[in-house]
């Protein structure tokens, strides 16, 4: 019972957060969306009377003959709805509306690989990538992260767990695009290991695709593992170390159970519940990450479409991409509240 | 939670090996900032994006210093001041600028310029000569300042790949033991008999010839292009990497600081007033709080960088917004720890205002706490800030860290090997980064005596 509550207030605050992020980017955007708007209907006007000549020729008075393409604009801003502001509570209800249910309209400049403008296509395209991407570095960054920190908590003080320390510290102080770019210098151009851009250079529907996407891919989960490990091994070793101070932990010591195996089997169970929980709150805080570091990379998912987007101004697109991104990252949050209210039934009755 | 006095904290500080490295480097930075404010005219950074003030710097060249390390002496660039004589000779006023140039490296020059700003009427005749290390003189280019009947101020270019030089050159064609379809500068630092480096002691030599009155020479130099330059290097676009990186330093101590302090300040008084109150109050700004905690921080601030403004002072603020949340969140658990103490009762029971039991009571409890965080979110503020940049949304009135690396990006310096324009930047972000980590992990573990091992 108590879960279901705190799954449903967390539920409804992650609504909440949704249309408040959708409304902010909305008003942030609207004024340069009805300006754009209203500047491609004037376009479409003129050229639609300049293709039909017998129009401009029915006017001997060019003052009469730009009344009426100005009244054609008007008629056409009104159908549109264009003519009450952005802000009109008709006009702000109807492009969240439209939004919730995922119709983005479509894009200003923007294409997808198969050349439609659609924005929730263009989206969906290149979701899997960035998703493909970062999944797989954060999964190799946890396995590696938690043997190394649990290593770490088994031998405190160590050579191992003093070299863990620091690298996490040193490491996670570069900024992780920062460290693409040398990466790139180093192992795209010096020593030509790997493709300099990310992107791979053969069409989907090839059969060697998806070795050369892996192929393409290697730099950037590189060089994101290598940035993100040493923070997570030292975050399972702190968690470890409190554990190893806990009671029965001592008791099983007592018992004559060897060290390794209480860290390994017993500690590391009971340290499973913050770490998955955190596992899933990385994955989504790296969705934000990912605009950088796919910008660094070529890499073609969200992140680089978000770049272009904004480098163009293509709006529609900005708005879509920005409400898939956040709902990434409150399914994962929730996903974590989930586990986190699961495994720790403190949390549920506390509030 | 601890109530350590300032004392302690200060012993257990100077204990703290990290910590100290940690407030050595950021003295270090500081330090750097005074020096860079003081000695580097802010005229210099203001100009970061105007072509026309790097115009005397040579292009995407090494630091000098590589020449330390490597056996093959890379020319320097140098911007060389004359030596000027003046003399009258039957009626004939001559007015010679000496430029010495001692070149010892193994690789030709890119090419010279000649650059002078001139007080000058009637005609006056210009003659460029060069006197070799090996005792020839070559004569480069005769010409005329333009004709003016009043006195002008004239601002005058010789430059190397001026066709008339190639030409006079020709006339000592028999003289050279190859072939003269090359450049200018190769020519005139060769050795005689094979087109190789003749290292030594160059003169040139400008000479202006007046009748009545002699020129007046208010500025004059010599640019001989090289490939290496200065402490940092230069970019594609000639600048000075030197001063871009140095004065990067306080501007990312700025943004970082001012972030850092801001949001510790608000994120505090917002998380112990919520603590502290309690009930609907409490309810209510903590689901405020997660709602800015659920906010994807980086679409957002792009966004808002983009449609607002990409102003510094803004940027700071927009930062703000979204790193307050987490010290709220802590500070509030705080309070609540600390309101249920017996001297805060018997505050309240005495009838203290609120306000004042917030701020007398509460929030000096809570100092430590904020004095680790604001270390601790520093270096958070500063490699946003940069990430922001590194796409281009930076303030480009304030070149930082991250927008030369922006450049580096866009010039495709990775792909063409101008390490000198992307490992410093990176580095120094890492750097001060490291710097307020040091710190804040150190105070953090006199806080925190949890964490100690």
Do not use: C
């Amino acid at each position: 019972m108590g879960l279901k509550r705190y799954l449903v207030t967390r539920g409804l605050t992650m609504f909440g957060v949704l249309m408040i992020t959708l409304l902010l980017t909305i008003s942030l955007v609207g004024s340069n969306m009805d300006t754009i708007l209203k500047q491609g209907i004037i376009y479409q006007v003129r050229a639609e009377i300049t293709e039909n000549t017998t129009i401009a020729q029915g006017f001997n008075d060019p003052e009469e003959f730009e009344k009426f393409v100005q009244q054609k604009i008007d008629e056409r801003v009104k159908t549109l709805g264009l003519d009450t502001p952005w802000y009109s509570p008709q006009r702000l209800g109807y492009t969240m509306y439209k939004i919730l249910i995922l119709d983005f309209g479509n894009a200003t400049f923007l294409t997808s690989d198969s050349g439609s403008s659609n924005v929730g296509e263009i989206i969906f395209e290149k979701m899997p990538k960035t998703i493909l991407l970062f999944t797989t570095a954060t999964i190799i960054i946890s396995i590696i992260g938690i043997l190394l920190g649990a290593a770490s908590s088994n031998k405190i003080g160590s050579k191992t767990d003093r070299i863990t320390s620091t690298f996490a510290v040193i490491s996670s102080s570069f900024p992780v695009w920062w460290i693409g770019m040398l990466m790139i210098f180093v192992f795209a151009f010096v020593y030509q290991i790997f493709p300099a851009r990310a992107t791979p250079s053969i069409e989907p529907d090839e059969p060697g695709y998806i070795l050369a996407l892996l192929y393409h891919m290697a730099l950037p989960v590189i060089t994101i593992v290598l940035i993100g490990f040493g923070a997570w091994a030292y975050l399972v070793r702190n968690f470890m170390v409190g554990i190893m101070q806990e009671d029965f932990i001592t008791a099983k010591k007592t018992i004559g159970i060897s060290k390794k195996k209480i860290v390994y089997s017993h500690a590391l169970r009971n340290a499973a519940p913050p770490i998955v929980t955190i596992l899933a709150l990385s994955l989504s805080g790296s969705l934000g990450g990912a605009i950088i570091t796919e910008a660094v990379f070529d890499w073609p998912g969200m992140g680089r479409l978000y770049f272009e987007a904004i480098s163009v101004m293509d709006l529609p697109v900005i708005i879509g991409s920005t409400y898939i991104l956040t709902v990434l990252f409150l399914v994962s949050i929730f996903i974590a509240d989930l586990l986190y209210g699961y495994f720790d039934p403190r949390v549920r009755t506390s509030s | 939670m601890s109530s350590v006095s300032t004392q302690e904290i200060k012993k257990e500080f100077l204990k703290s090996k990290l910590g100290l490295t940690g407030v050595f480097i950021l003295s270090g930075l500081i330090l750097v900032s005074i020096i860079t404010i003081s000695v580097i005219p802010a005229s210099t950074f203001q100009e970061w994006n105007n072509p026309e003030k790097w115009i005397s710097y040579p292009k995407t060249s090494v630091p000098s210093w590589v020449n330390f390390l490597s056996s093959d002496k890379i020319p320097e660039h140098k911007i060389i001041n004359p030596e000027i004589f003046q003399s009258q000779e039957n009626g004939i006023f001559l007015t010679s600028q000496q430029f010495g140039v001692s070149f010892d490296y193994d690789d030709f020059p890119s090419d010279f310029i000649f650059e002078m700003k001139t007080k000058y009427a009637d005609s006056h005749i210009v003659q460029i000569k060069v006197i070799r290390p090996d005792g020839i003189t070559l004569e480069l280019l005769s010409t005329s300042l333009p004709h003016s009947d009043n006195e002008t101020i004239h601002n005058q270019r010789y430059f190397s790949t001026d066709s008339m030089i190639k030409k006079n050159l020709n006339t000592y064609k028999n003289d050279f033991g190859f072939d003269f379809k090359i450049g200018s500068t190769e020519i005139i630092f060769s050795e005689l008999y094979q087109n190789q480096i003749q290292k030594g002691n160059y003169i040139f030599i400008v000479d202006i010839y007046g009748i009545e009155k002699p020129v007046e020479i208010l500025e004059s130099k010599m640019v001989l292009g090289g490939k290496a330059y200065g402490l940092m290097g230069t970019d594609e676009l000639r600048r000075d990497l030197a001063i871009g990186l140095l004065w990067g330093t306080p501007l990312a101590l700025f943004i970082g600081i001012s972030v850092s302090i801001g949001s510790v300040v608000v994120g505090l008084i917002y998380g112990v007033y919520s603590g502290y109150k309690g009930k609907k109050t409490d309810e209510v700004m903590m689901r405020f709080n997660d709602v800015i905690y659920a906010l994807p921080a980086l679409p957002f601030l792009i966004i808002l960088a983009v449609t607002i403004s990409n102003s510094i002072f803004l940027m700071i603020g927009f930062l703000m917004i979204f790193s307050w949340v987490g010290i709220a969140k802590v500070s509030r658990s705080m309070s609540l720890q600390i309101k249920t103490r017996q001297y805060i009762e018997a505050a309240r029971i005495m009838g203290q205002k609120d306000s004042k039991i917030i701020f007398r009571h509460i929030l000096p409890q809570l100092l430590p706490y904020a004095f680790a965080s604001i270390a601790i979110s520093v270096p958070a503020a500063i490699t946003t800030e940069a990430g922001l940049s590194f796409l281009g949304l930076g303030d480009p009135s304030f070149p930082t860290w991250g927008q030369i690396l922006h450049d580096a990006n866009t010039y495709g310096a990775a792909a063409q090997g101008f390490w000198w324009w992307i490992v410093p930047p990176g580095i120094l972000i890492a750097i001060t980064g490291l710097a307020f980590v040091f710190i804040g992990n150190a105070l953090d573990a006199i806080v925190n005596p949890k964490l100690k091992r």
